[in-house]
């Protein structure tokens, strides 16, 4: 049978500040474990992405931010065995943009797709279990491409979906 196939689009927020990324601990879906992601998440029907960031970001790390500027679109497909029989075919569709701190404060969310919310040194992340859209963003926000494009980045080791 073939697969079904289902387009997410999300927005992400990457916040740097004194050499640390502010990040969130992703609780996992039911084949992953949880794992050290961007805060941000799915842009709601009728939602422009750019208001669904600001939102994402309070809801997962307690801050109320502001767009800098959007850094660029990524994109990554896999294959999930939910939906019935042949499984589905994700097509994620990610939009990422820098922001700054203007209000709130650090806190966990609580009932929702993340558990913490932390800043963690630049030069750890490439030890923590983390969503290969984490790779994207920092890839993104360091070398400000004019096409807002990165080439795809393998997915192993501590990287996953």
């Given at each position: ?18 050499d640390e990324v502010l990040l969130a601990r ?87 797709s993340t558990d913490f919310a932390a800043w ?11 969503a290969v859209l984490l790779e994207t963003g ?24």
């Amino acid at each position: 049978m073939k697969p079904r196939t289902f387009t997410r689009v999300a927005a992400y927020g990457i916040c740097i500040r004194d050499d640390e990324v502010l990040l969130a601990r992703a609780l996992g879906g039911r084949h992953e474990s949880a794992h050290w992601t961007l805060p941000g998440g799915g842009v709601e029907h009728g939602e422009d992405p750019y208001d669904a960031v600001v939102r994402e970001v309070e809801e997962e790390t307690g801050f109320r931010v502001a767009v800098e500027r959007m850094v660029g679109v990524g994109t990554r497909l896999r294959h999930d065995s939910w939906g019935g029989r042949g499984g589905t075919d994700v097509h994620h569709v990610g939009i990422y943009y820098t922001v700054q701190i203007i209000g709130g404060s650090l806190r966990h969310e609580v009932g929702g797709s993340t558990d913490f919310a932390a800043w963690v040194p630049l030069a750890e992340v490439p030890n923590l279990r983390r969503a290969v859209l984490l790779e994207t963003g920092l890839r993104l926000a360091a070398e400000t491409p004019v096409d807002g494009h990165v080439p795809p980045i393998p997915v192993d080791g501590l990287l996953h979906y």
